[in-house]
């Protein structure tokens, strides 16, 4: 039901203040919520006020707002994405104790992939991930994995959009990204030398749940001249380990 003059339901307002805040601007005033959400100052001003009141959202000391509490304790019950991150923790420290280097997890969500975690050692190399952060599937190690072992539709949606490269490296044609895709179904893994950052290099492998579905990547970021395949003997281990805590019996 529609409940301003421009059309647009409570629900659909609600929505687009809360997507305002990203893992980057995690404190905004006001204004600059409305703004970006698209909204009068009016309209801005209250749903914020409403928010707070319910703990949705906190306003801090200086009246600027952020995420609430209350919001992330709903958002975790009964979470699938939180119980996949607890079957994957032990796992995922293993392979970051013995690589060294960023090791992440990561889930199909609205045609991206979506980071539920990520762990790094003071030494890492650089990255651009961020946990709750999102990266085009086309785009990186973890995102090649999900979308070589997700359903056709989603693979022909993504090929037929255009495929915005992040760096010269960026797979960004359509035919070449179906080989590469052919590519990862074949051998079990993803490799994306230079796709997010050129000094970079991600390897990832899939995750299956108790369905033998792919739920998840977990992949790790190297140095670009580091060896793959150690880090792929450690990705290995760790998926097994998380699809035996999954109920995987395949």
């Given at each position: 039901?529609?409940n ?5 339901s ?8 809360l ?57 975790t ?21 013995r690589?060294?280097?960023h ?19 003071p ?102 001249d ?7 003997v ?6 097994r ?10």
């Amino acid at each position: 039901m529609a409940n301003s003059t421009s059309g647009d339901s409570v629900t659909d307002r609600l929505v687009r203040v809360l997507e305002t805040f990203t893992p980057t601007r995690t404190v905004q005033t006001a204004a600059e919520i409305g703004r970006r959400a698209g909204l009068p100052g009016s309209s801005a001003h209250r749903i914020v006020g409403e928010l707070v009141e319910t703990g949705l959202l906190e306003r801090d000391d200086d009246r600027r707002i952020r995420i609430g509490m209350r919001l992330w304790e709903l958002a975790t019950r009964s979470s699938q994405a939180l119980r996949l991150r607890q079957a994957s923790m032990p796992a995922m420290e293993r392979v970051q104790s013995r690589v060294r280097e960023h090791t992440q997890l990561a889930i199909l969500e609205q045609d991206e992939a979506l980071f539920l975690e990520r762990l790094s050692a003071p030494d890492s190399g650089a990255n651009v991930t961020r946990i709750a952060a999102r990266l085009p599937l086309h785009a990186s190690s973890s995102g090649l994995v999900l979308l070589a072992f997700g359903e056709r539709d989603l693979q022909e949606r993504i090929l037929a959009a255009p495929l915005p490269p992040l760096t010269r490296e960026t797979i960004t044609d359509p035919a070449a990204l179906r080989r590469k895709l052919a590519e990862v179904r074949t051998l079990g893994h993803a490799v994306a030398p230079g796709f997010i950052e050129t000094v970079s290099t991600g390897v990832a492998v899939p995750v299956r749940d108790e369905t033998g579905t792919v739920a998840a990547a977990l992949s790790v970021v190297l140095r670009r001249d580091a060896p793959i395949e150690p880090a792929l003997v450690e990705l290995h281990s760790g998926k097994r380990e998380i699809e035996r805590a999954l109920g995987f019996r395949g």
